[in-house]
């Protein structure tokens, strides 16, 4: 065992060791807990992320895997639980918990779980964990609550374990309020496992090393981070550049997201000033998510390879004005911030787009959609399932959009077959919209339309996530929009805000929007032109000329 | 037996076929290596075999069984030179196929391409018919309509056709009805149904593994018929078997009607070996460890046996990024492949640290010390500048090294870094051995056991160089390599056993299963698989037959899979999916409630001539000892004088104090200070930490 020694330096091949050491804990942490988790999200979907931070909470790595939105607001929860628990009311053994929306992720179900992590008695790192709960009680997820309260519990800061001793007041009150409290409750163990692991594998990285604590090491990782996306930023002309879109909002009231983006040497400062209000719906997005998308739209654009950490993050600074819906205020609910949250990457391209054209793509089919249904089977027992549908990514400079993928999220869809197991309903197709996908030198993605028959003698309740219904997914350089989602309910369209009750008999079309064109349509290559004609993804030609 | 008493197993890669003959009498092999013939391997193979004989002394009607392993199908799919394939689906649901999983595998990549579908969306029809989740009819099917679309794909030139009806898994009446149809009025189309293929839920994974067996078939008919008729006509009396991705050994009708089963052949009898070696060794718990020029593969052997995952990934987009591939549901091999080999390239990265791979000099041209024009220093360049391989015995002498090329490439290296020269060697080596040893951890993890309870077992060009080192990063006490380490798998289809895996879909709560029923299910599958074992030609007397079952509790998302216990009891089911669920997990919910998903049966029988001893040749009359040199060990921080020993001279029972150097023909075994290697009697050297 190597003594500790202070102000250390690193050559370029220790630290390249470390740095694949942390990366492999993260990792194992994941792995572990995709194999012990209940919820289908974070085995099939890796809903969750895995992260070590220093002890002042700013992160040195996350698990490879780990989805864009959590890579973002997770070291920032253990900023905050720090500020809750300062280190001097910390002890080994002790576990943190929160889902508050506005600490955490911007909606309940995400949990988030911390430990700090000790050598020789001090504080030197934390591991944590957020990941989505299989159930959090309150409304089944819709745009439907009026108020945070209405969406399940809230579990503010605190310690879910103390020095090693398990808070049972706090797991029977958990226990009591959700659906599912095997489920929840075994997901919780399964993230203990995962701070344990990574607890474990950290403090003996350090004694092998000799590591006193992170600090030599967390400025090598985080610096060299800040330094490459500095790099990157200053490749970019300086200036101020502009944009907003208009999502669906509440229907009868579309939204309207505004970014001012400004570069100026090295830095990126984003600002949402002039953004629409915060709504008494929740599609409000809590500044901790839109944080997170607009700093994956950062990062996509200009150092797409570069790891996560706190230093990468350094060099770009977001404000939004209290009360808007990109900054809501308590108690405004947010279950489905995706649907205001996954514009916000298209807000930073519609900026960044204006100098690196070739960098960005136009618009995707995405937020994501997705169908939930409630009802009781015919024994009288209550069930519950959310099944995701994705649209058409946009055309890029490189080539057409992907068809159906799930972006800037990455949830994968639904069996047919095991959704038809688990709800009485009745699929009678699961298709390709064509003409969907956006005119263009290079063509938007495909949407695809779900047809659904209800099947359930008992009255089905079903809520959706859908948006771009009235606003598609904007064509660029030239290229033509996608096509607008459509929600129909016995073939009429159908407001996708509001929650509906089914019955026996009733049909759900659910038409997910294309992606938008990328380059003037005229200038499609032939060849392609004919193969998408050929498949029947373009039936109607009149945009190519 | 007696007039044939020789097997002959045959290995095609994508470089090299490897061939050798085994006599199971004495255990005595003769090992070959043949460069293959990509335009028709058969050639090579025949070419190989017929040199392999004339080493070994011996006549083709000698050959009693001929066992096959080839990389040929899954080329295929890479390259995408398979079939012209259709697919008939269920009314509705022609695209599932192209939507896919909707996951992106790379989330900050803007510009990703997903793998295109093996079928374009003209030639998938669909066919008016529809199962409910039980099986039950709700649209009969319309065998008129389904024919007029085949026949229009037909007179396209389609040449084989995949059939995946929705809920078939539970009901293979239609498409056994329209596949009947179809063969009757198409004799020349090759036809692959999603419920004989992979009768599972989860339409997307069942069409992905038909339409790849259709895209595969016809290939696979006319190449196995060849190689038949070649090793027929070359006067080898023997049958020709052929090893399936789950690590067991099939006939060629069984071969030809899913060829999708073979697509992993080599990797898997390469994971094999290292089981056989393994439990020669007497160890339980081993981690066969393959490092060859441009990757690494691992593979975790519990018990003696690889471990077998019931799907994998094929024809990845990237190749070591999870999720860009094929999806393909059939029993195999679980293997992890890592961008790190002998060639692995070392660079400073975008962040000023050093990286190696997995970008790799490939044969062309090779590291800097090949001399072949190779400017950057790679994995081998270290290995060679730190005394681990032998410049004056590279390949067992027959290549020259340009150590001045080696030099150069590690001057430069070490001058980008802005470390001091001679620093430089041993990061690349001990960065390739953290990526290898992290990518372990991981899927150690992933299987919730701990790294300390395996044993490394070491084959490849690379991997006993290496091993040694990556076992101390793991907290691994044991190493083994074992005798012919470039042969490996040749000598893993030899000893393999014929094996058969069925599955059938059974989506029943545990509180409410008929075990009745379960127990017709395991009766039809076992039926099913000793017909094909007997045509294998096994010793199905000795046959090893296991009830499994993949299981969950209710609302989860995936599945395990159980062995289940004899008698089936509710109470004893649930027992057995506890313990394997904690054994995984640590922990069990309380109060949660189980239930079936699939019944899977997996049964194999030894073949004939198969097992026994191995022995390759020795050169017993040679000084074992052949000299000492400088070798670099990290834990001393130094360069030791280090014995180097000729593996093939040392007798059984011999044992060496680390440091050591055993030199073979395709690799080298070091071990470091503190190590007590002991050779076995089968040729294989276990190194413990003393």
Known sequence: MATPKKNREFDPIELELLWRRLISMVDEAAAAMVRTSFSTLVRESYDFSCVITDAAGQSLVQASESIPSFIGTLPETVKHFLRFFPPDQLAPGDVLITNDIWLGTGHLPDITLAKPIFLDGRLVAFSATTAHAPDIGGKIRSPEPREVFEEGLQIPPMKMIAAGKTDETLVTIIRKNVRTPDQTMGDLWAQVVALDLMEDRLRSLMEGYGLADLTDLAREIQGRCEMAMRAAIRELPDGTYRSELKTDGLMETPITLRMELTIKGDEIMMDFAGTDRQVDRAINCALCYTNAMAMYGVKVCTSPNLPNNEGAWRPITLKAPEGCIVNPQFPAPGGSRM????YVPMLVFGCLGQIVPERVMAACGSPMWGMNQSGVREGGKPYANMFF???????????DGVTCLSWPSNVSSTSIEISEHIAPLRFHHKKLRPDSGGAGRHRGGLGQEILIESRSDTPIAVSFLAERTLFPAFGIEGGKDGAPGELRINGAKTDPKKQYVVHKGDTISLGTPGGGGHGDPRQRDAAALAADVDSGYVTDRTAYG | MSTAPLSLGIDIGGTFTDLVIHDPRDGRAVIWKESTTPDDPARGALLGTRRVLAKAGAKPEQVGRVVHATTLFTNALIERKGAKTGLLTTAGFRDVLEIGRERKYELYDLFIEMPKPLVARPWRREAKERLAQDGTVEIPLDVDAALAEVADLVKQGVESLAICFLHAYANPAHERAIG????ERFQNLSISLSSDIAPEIREYLRASTTVTNAYVRPLAEVYLERLEQALRSEGIPG??????SNGGLTHVSEAKRAPVQLLESGPAAGALAGAWFGRNAGLERVLAFDMGGTTAKLALVDDGEPLVAY????????????????PIQIATVELIEIGAGGGSIARKSDLG?????????GAQPGPACYGRGGTEATVTDADLTLGYLNADFFLGGAMKIDRAATDGAFKRLSGTLGVEAGRAAFGVHDVVNENMAGAARVAIAERGRIPAEYALLATGGAGPVHAWHVARKLGVSRVVCPPGAGAGSTIGMLMAPARVDRVASFNVALASADFAAVKRTFDGLEKESLDVLRLTGADIE????????DMRYIGQGSEITVALPEPLTEAGVKVAFEAAYKALFARTPPGAAIQFVALRLSASAPMPGSGGALELPRHP??????GTRPVFFPDEGKTLPTQVWDRYALQPGVTVDGPAVFEEDESTFIVGPGAKARLLADGSILAEVG
Do not use: D, W
């Open chain 2, 353 to 361: 640290t050093l990286n190696v791979g997995p970008e790799s000099s």
């Open chain 1, 339 to 342: 649907l205001i949250g996954h």
């Open chain 2, 180 to 183: 009947a149809a179809v063969a």
């Open chain 2, 239 to 244: 049958g020709l078997f052929l090893m399936l």
């Open chain 2, 311 to 326: 799907g994998f990934e094929a024809a990845r987009e990237k190749r070591f990024l999870r999720g860009s591939g094929l």
């Open chain 1, 389 to 399: 549908y994705n649209g058409g990514m946009g055309g890029n400079t490189r080539g």
């Open chain 2, 621 to 626: 009359s040679a000084e074992a000892l052949k």
């Open chain 2, 542 to 549: 000795r046959r090893a037959v296991r009830h499994l079952a």
